[in-house]
């Protein structure tokens, strides 16, 4: 049986999963998405893209594809495994839960 | 004008900041990196262009084409990588403010910084053993290039370690004010310390070993007839130990004698009878010798057979 391993994620690696959940996409597209839905306060310069998405490989959690949309050139383009989509899910519960318990 | 141009300079890991500003001025003058390297950088004289730099560490890259690819898609021309795993990044330079960091949040830039640290401990540790092993030498034999060695591996091992520390608090080379580049005057006196440690050890007079087995006739203990062992000439004053062990049939002495000035510097008695059951006897003596030539002498023998190990070194 796999427990799904459970810790505390930072903001990029939060907003990489985010953008990942909603649809597969390469590095400058994340971090564009990235700055959009966090009102410009996140950005995510090329290092820590690079040590991040090294990281999730490495766990498993996104995996490297090729696009192979008619028209475009052939990109590289990351993806949610199921094991990511596990452990953004349970981050997003875990906000949620620390969120509700404010009350202003 | 020329139209290439080579700097020397070397800089520490954990000063990677001073290069990078280094860069963008040497970029703001027109000099353009075309390659960076360990020692030196070499450049391009391009007035028309200005470009803000970029190093970053990563020695383990399996993936060097989704690492290049990164960088480029956000504006970062790479430029090249040295071979112990730094690689040099460019950016064209707009003034209305583009963002010329490539690590936004703190805790990446760490992750970043520790790959380095794993190096630096790795070398304190190995270092630090080199150090204590030649501690322990210097102690049990004590010699001037010995000293030298251990001084120079600790004043290493301390600015690494400066430096793993140092590296904890990051900073961003934006151009705050730095005192001067201990880099080169580091390497100076590492290389100092080396080349002493070399030269004093080749100056140092060649080994005095010395093995008989033979029968001698009676000497006197008159030095004037003494059995001649061997010399040793000595460059600069040291530490040296003179040792004698090994069996004989009745007792013999030996000094060690300063040619010019005749005096009997050490001396040592050896007397079987003395030395424990099966054990061989063995003295030695640890004296500091100044400049000069020295005579190993054997004197005062009632006669026999002798099997001697006789050394000054």
């Known amino acids: ?55 999730m490989i490495k766990k498993g959690w996104i995996k490297e594809i090729v696009s192979d949309e008619p028209g475009s050139e052939k990109k590289r383009l990351y ?24 009350t202003d | 004008m020329k139209e290439y141009k080579r700097v020397w300079n070397v800089y520490a890991a954990w000063d990677y900041t001073r290069e990078i500003e280094d860069l963008n001025k040497m970029s703001d003058n027109g000099w353009q990196l075309i390659k960076g390297g360990l020692f030196s950088n070499r450049y391009k004289k391009n007035d028309s262009m200005r470009y803000r730099y970029q190093l970053d560490y990563n020695p383990k890259i399996e993936d060097m084409g989704r690492y290049i690819e990164t960088f480029r ?27 010329y960091e490539i690590y936004n949040d703190s805790q990446s830039l760490k992750e970043m910084h520790a790959k380095w640290q794993k190096e630096g401990i790795g070398s304190i540790g190995a270092l630090s053993l080199l150090a204590i092993i030649e501690l322990y030498f210097t102690i049990r034999y004590p010699r001037i290039h010995s000293a030298i060695l251990v001084l120079t591996l600790l004043i290493e091992v301390f600015v690494i370690g400066r430096g793993v520390y140092v590296l904890r608090n990051p900073q961003r080379a934006d151009g705050h004010k730095r005192s001067w580049n201990g880099a080169p005057v580091f390497l100076l006196v590492l ?9 004093f050890m080749s100056l140092r007079s060649s080994n005095s070993f010395n093995t008989k087995s033979e029968v001698y006739s009676p000497i006197s203990s008159n030095i004037a007839n003494a059995v001649d062992w061997g010399e040793v000439k000595v460059v600069y004053p040291d530490f040296y130990n003179f040792e004698v062990s090994g069996y004989t049939g009745s007792p013999m002495t030996f000094a060690v004698v300063n040619t010019q000035t005749g005096e009997a510097v050490s001396q040592i008695r050896i007397d079987s009878s003395k030395a424990k059951d099966g054990k061989k006897f063995k003295e030695a003596h640890n004296i500091l010798l100044k400049r000069g030539t020295y005579k190993l002498y054997g004197y005062d023998f009632a006669g026999g057979c002798i099997d001697l190990h006789v050394s000054l070194d």
């Open chain 1, 1 to 55: 049986m796999k427990t799904v391993k459970f810790e505390p994620l930072s903001e990029s690696y939060f907003y990489i999963l985010l953008c990942l959940s909603k649809g597969a996409n390469h590095g400058y597209g994340i971090m564009k998405m990235t700055e959009t839905l966090s009102e410009g306060e996140v950005k995510i310069g090329s290092g820590t893209m690079y040590g991040a998405t090294s990281n």
């Open chain 1, 79 to 102: 993806t949610l495994t199921t094991e990511g989509t596990e452990a953004f899910k349970a981050e997003v519960n875990r906000l949620k839960r620390m969120l509700s318990a404010v």
């Open chain 2, 73 to 99: 898609e956000q504006g970062w021309e790479y430029v090249n990588s040295t071979f112990n795993g730094w690689h040099y990044f460019r950016k064209l330079y707009d003034k209305a403010g583009d963002d």
């Open chain 2, 191 to 199: 290389f100092l310390g080396l080349a002493s440690t070399v030269v």
